[in-house]
């Protein structure tokens, strides 16, 4: 998964106010309590796990447990993930069109579009996360890296290779990546109280 500003929930990290590069968007520092309002509660056994972006609000929601016994087996195994998979099916068509008003209602508040997935256990589906281009200049070093895991079968193209190396920096520099998040959020934070003096009166 995608992992941006995380909002509350499982795993969440508060988005601060966003940082300079949302300066032009509204903040989205609220977005997970006001989904946790909005959302109704015999949807999810807890709080969504929400991770926001500049162009996307991402709400993954627990559901309740699949019942019944499914042997530790190969074959078990697989009945319970087929059954996991079957309830987070039910529950997508079962709740789209309210998902759709919700999502419309968010999307008009943040200004960014809204997408869902679902979790039992270890199964994880996301319903419509949004694939946004980004464009990039390589030099040939770059570009011989992204052309080798291409030629090898890793990725079948040049930006499916950079989604890939993307990812993966993602997965291994998570506690990085947060630090740095914190920083920017504070370095925003200071920025909206501007300078002062030694007395609190403003120097500017």
Avoid: C
């Avoid at 959020?185 to 030694?198: C, H, N, S």
């Amino acid at each position: 998964m995608h992992r941006g500003w995380h909002g509350g929930g499982r795993g969440g990290r508060g988005p601060g106010r966003g940082g300079w590069q949302q300066a032009d968007l509204p903040g989205a520092d609220d977005a997970a309590a006001w989904l946790q309002g909005r959302l109704p509660d015999e949807w999810f056994t807890g709080a969504p796990e929400v991770t926001i972006d500049r162009e996307e609000i991402l709400i993954v929601g627990e559901l309740a447990a699949v019942e019944g016994e499914f042997a530790d087996t190969e074959a078990g195994r697989a009945d319970r993930a087929a059954a996991e998979a079957g309830r987070i099916s039910r529950f997508r068509e079962s709740t789209r069109d309210e998902r759709i008003e919700i999502a419309r209602q968010a999307e008009h508040r943040y200004q960014r579009k809204v997408a869902w997935g679902a979790r039992i256990g270890e199964t994880v589906e996301l319903f419509t996360v949004a694939s946004v281009p980004v464009m990039t200049r390589l030099r040939q070093p770059e570009r011989i890296v992204l052309d080798t895991l291409v030629d090898s079968g890793v990725a079948r193209s040049r930006s499916d290779a950079l989604a890939w190396a993307v990812k993966l920096v993602g997965q291994h520099a998570d506690e990085w990546l947060g630090n740095l998040r914190d920083a920017m959020a504070k370095v925003d934070e200071l920025r909206t109280q501007g300078p002062t003096g030694g007395d609190g009166s403003n120097t500017a």
